[in-house]
């Protein structure tokens, strides 16, 4: 068994929201699928998994949504129906990344596609903060090692107060108390 630190205590049971976590390992889904149980959470996910024999079947079925990033229009379609699985009172899962960290120095750089998803929706952003679990499992691994695990989610942000235009502002806002505080659990 792993040692594993989980702070949900900002999250609201009743309340609808987009997530977006950071990403270091295969672990990183499974982990937060079992935390955030029995939400009902749709991920936003590469292209490339649904196309997996049976696994990619079983996600897309699920109601996880495919973006495919080599192609703006589709992408674009992906973030409309991120969207309407929102306003259906789904709460999104995404990993603003958009791949798994092998620097585990800092966070990576934010793609903007999560930030619009999360604008559209108008929903409360919830930054979860994951640490260790690229220690645990490292990208190009197979067998897991043992390192202690810290999930953190921080204080809801209201969308309100960003427009559409204020979408790089946004990104930078969140990059910046993500990485702040994965920088702070990393040195505890």
Known sequence: ?????????????EQ????????QSQLDIPLLTALLAPRKVSFVAKQSLFKIPVFGAAIKA??????DRSNRRRAMKSIESAVQKAQGGRSIMIYPEGTRAEDLDNIQEFKIGGVIIALK???PVVPIVLSGTG?????????LRSAPLKVKALPPIDTGKYTMKDREAFKDDLYKMMNDAYLEMRSD
Do not use: Q, W
């Not at 068994?1 to 049971?13: A, G, H, N, R, T």
């Not at 609808?16 to 990403?23: Q, R």
């Not at 220690?135 to 067998?143: D, I, M, N, S, T």
């Open 62 to 67: 699920v109601g996880h949504i495919s973006i």
């Open 16 to 23: 609808t929201y987009v997530f977006m976590a950071n990403h």
């Open 135 to 143: 220690e645990v499992l490292p990208k190009h691994r197979l067998l």
């Open 1 to 13: 068994m792993l040692p594993l630190d989980v702070d949900l205590s900002e999250l609201d049971p």
């Open 121 to 123: 929706t108008g929903l």
